[in-house]
């Protein structure tokens, strides 16, 4: 095998070069602009932003509901620090609205 390396060496050459040089042309006249592939990538992540901010909402809907029960059970039982349970629960349910909403404006989404 090695004398038939020897043998055609200039054509191995001759074909490796021709190889490479269509490799390198077909990349390079596929290659595509950097622009396009940002574009897309910002519309996607845009879309994804309102279905998050969507989602947020929901969240706190839930942690709404979760915290009207738990202030309920307290109240109805007599815990005196009924009103602090209730302020947190509101609190964190009124921050996850404020922060969907902030975001999408800042943004400008």
Do not use: P
């Not at 396009?36 to 709404?64: D, P, R």
Request: glycine share 10%; charged share 15%; proline share 0%.
């Amino acid at each position: 095998m090695h004398s038939f390396i020897k043998k055609h060496y200039a054509s191995i050459r001759r074909y490796a070069l021709l190889t490479a040089i269509s490799c390198l042309t077909y990349f390079i006249t596929h290659a595509q602009d950097g622009n396009a592939g940002i574009q897309e990538a910002t519309s996607k992540v845009k879309s994804y932003f309102s279905t998050g901010c969507n989602l947020m909402y929901a969240i706190g809907a839930v942690v709404g509901l979760v915290g009207a029960v738990k202030v309920f059970n307290k109240w109805n039982s007599g815990d005196h620090d009924t009103g602090k349970v209730a302020a947190a629960w509101f609190g964190s349910c009124i921050f996850l609205v404020v922060v969907a909403t902030v975001l999408k404006s800042f943004f400008g989404v």
